[in-house]
Nanobody, 123 residues
Framework: VQLQASGGGLVQAGGSLKLSCAAS????????MGWFRQAPGKEREFVGT????????YYADSVKGRFTVSRDNAKNTLYLQMNNLKPEDTAVYYC?????????????????WGQGTLVTVSS
C-alpha cells in the first residue's frame, strides 16, 4: 500500500489542524493505521493508532484528549484531527499501515510509511 500524508502547515498555539493520509494500491480496510511524528533533533514517536474498522483507537499520553484519529474506508483515507496545538507538537507527521490486528500499543511494527507532512506550531 502507498501512503501520502498532507494537510500540514503553520498554526498558532491553541489552534487546530487536520491531517489526511490517502492510501492506494491495496484494500485500505485490511490495515491497522497509525500516526507518528518526529520533531527536529528527536527520535520518531508514536501519536495514535486506529483499528481496521475504525472502532478502536489508542493515543500517546502527550496528545490524549487533544488529537483524534479517524478513518474513512470508503475514501481510503486516514485522518488526524489536532486541537489545542502546542509548540511542542511541531514535527513532521507520518502515517503508517500494517496488515495485522490492532492492539492498544504504541509500537513501531508498521510495514508501510508515508513521506510525512510538516506541522509547525508558533507560540
Amino acid at each position: 500500500v502507498q501512503l501520502q500524508a498532507s494537510g500540514g502547515g503553520l498554526v498558532q498555539a491553541g489552534g487546530s489542524l487536520k491531517l489526511s493520509c490517502a492510501a492506494s494500491g491495496r484494500t485500505f480496510s485490511l490495515y491497522t493505521m497509525g500516526w507518528f511524528r518526529q520533531a527536529p533533533g528527536k527520535e520518531r514517536e508514536f501519536v495514535g493508532t486506529i483499528s481496521r474498522g475504525g472502532s478502536n483507537t489508542y493515543y500517546a499520553d502527550s496528545v490524549k484528549g487533544r488529537f483524534t484519529v479517524s478513518r474513512d474506508n470508503a475514501k481510503n483515507t486516514l485522518y488526524l484531527q489536532m486541537n489545542n496545538l502546542k509548540p511542542e507538537d511541531t514535527a513532521v507527521y507520518y502515517c503508517a499501515a500494517k496488515p495485522t490486528r490492532w492492539t492498544a500499543q504504541g509500537d513501531f511494527t508498521y510495514d508501510y510509511w508515508g513521506q510525512g507532512t510538516l506541522v509547525t506550531v508558533s507560540s
